[in-house]
């Protein structure tokens, strides 16, 4: 009997460690403070109710990690779990990081292998005069969870980094997308540069002459045997997870580059007839994702940064503003700037954008 396409879609999830659950949980219970306190807490009995694989599946991890971000006693707790979790707890990224020849090395291999560590991840870098720009790029359709993996992430390079490479790594700004959080003061402590809210994206600049910085315990032997550890988990993960999800990812991560049907099936390592195909099978179409993406990162930036309309247009990938418009309308029933005007919950009449 033929399985629904949700059923296919769960069947096959992207996952991430599942000793970052057991981070989360310590570091918990050392916010309640006492043996008393954290037997009786509901969010720690949550975490504390799922063994711990060496993977988690991503809807998991999502549920357990977005009722972690939104307890309001736990404001900030992912960028100590960033600063928390150590190189080698990110599995064999971590023991290569640790091998590597500089920081442009420990850097590249993020940018290859951060699907490893957590569902829906990329890191992104890329040289701009003497800076250099580090992208967190997300996508695992929670808005909640891709804020607390970007938290993470700022507290992990901006604690973890330094220790690895055995200096200070300065960073000159930071930008988030999400809105300022009650603990925005608390980014500015761990970054030790100005952050701002609301951006168009996550970035963090850092002087480019850092790149050359030798890593104290490099070891090239080793790690030619770590990176082909890498290669085969990524082989695992990209078995595990659903055509859709991987094209999902994949649009989501080249919308500002107007990602095509060619440019998808090539970094798939398949023709566009079998792209065609294998969606087909899934009960799915490229366009039809691509018009999803668009449509979430869309309401994304609306409602929760400040970014310009022509600003998200250029984001998502459209020719000009007019473009952007029509299409959203098309989609949402109203313009842009109607839609991120309206009052909460209302349908009133629509607005020029």
């Given at each position: 009997m033929k399985r629904d396409k949700t059923s296919q879609e769960n069947a096959r999830q992207a996952s991430g460690y599942g000793i970052y659950l057991l981070y989360a949980q310590e570091l918990l219970r050392e916010q309640l403070g006492g043996a008393e306190a954290a037997a009786n807490d509901a969010t720690l009995a949550e975490l504390q109710s799922v063994p711990v694989s060496r993977r988690l599946s991503a809807p998991t991890m999502m549920r357990l990690f977005v009722r972690l971000f939104r307890d309001p006693r736990c404001a900030g707790i992912f960028l100590r779990l960033g600063e928390r979790v150590p190189a080698l707890a990110h599995g064999c990224l971590g023991a290569a990081a640790m091998a590597s020849r500089?920081?442009?090395q420990v850097l590249e291999l993020l940018e290859r292998y951060a699907p490893i560590l957590l569902p829906g991840l990329r890191i992104h870098t890329e040289l701009r005069g003497d800076e250099l720009i580090v992208q967190v790029q997300t996508a695992s359709g929670h808005a909640d969870f891709d804020a607390a993996m970007v938290e993470a992430t700022v507290g992990n390079l901006s604690r973890q980094l330094p220790k690895m490479i055995g200096c200070a790594l300065p960073l000159r700004r930071v930008q988030l997308m999400r809105p300022p959080p009650a603990h925005?003061?608390?980014?500015?402590?761990?970054?030790?540069?100005?952050?701002?809210?609301?951006a168009v994206?996550?970035?963090?600049?850092?002087?480019?002459?850092?790149?050359?910085?030798?890593?104290?315990?490099a070891d090239p032997v080793n790690l030619r045997l770590l990176l082909d550890q890498c290669d085969e988990e990524m082989a695992r993960l990209r078995e595990q997870t659903s055509l859709g999800n991987r094209v999902r990812e994949?649009?989501?991560?080249?919308?500002?580059?107007?990602?095509?049907l060619e440019r998808i099936a090539r970094a798939l390592h398949q023709s566009e007839r079998t792209l065609r195909r294998r969606l087909r099978e899934e009960g799915l179409s490229f366009r039809e994702l691509l018009n999803q993406v668009r449509r979430d990162k869309a309401l994304y930036y609306l409602e929760h940064t400040q970014a310009r309309i022509g600003e998200i247009a250029s984001e998502l990938g459209y020719r000009d503003i007019a473009c952007f418009r029509h299409a959203f309308k098309d989609l949402m029933g109203r313009s842009p700037r109607a839609w991120r005007e309206r009052p909460d919950g209302a349908t009133g009449e629509d607005a020029s954008a």
């Open positions: 500089d920081l442009r925005a003061a608390m980014f500015e402590q761990y970054a030790g540069c100005p952050v701002s809210f609301g994206s996550n970035q963090l600049v850092f002087p480019a002459s850092l790149l050359s910085t030798p890593v104290p315990s994949l649009i989501a991560f080249h919308l500002k580059d107007e990602p095509s």
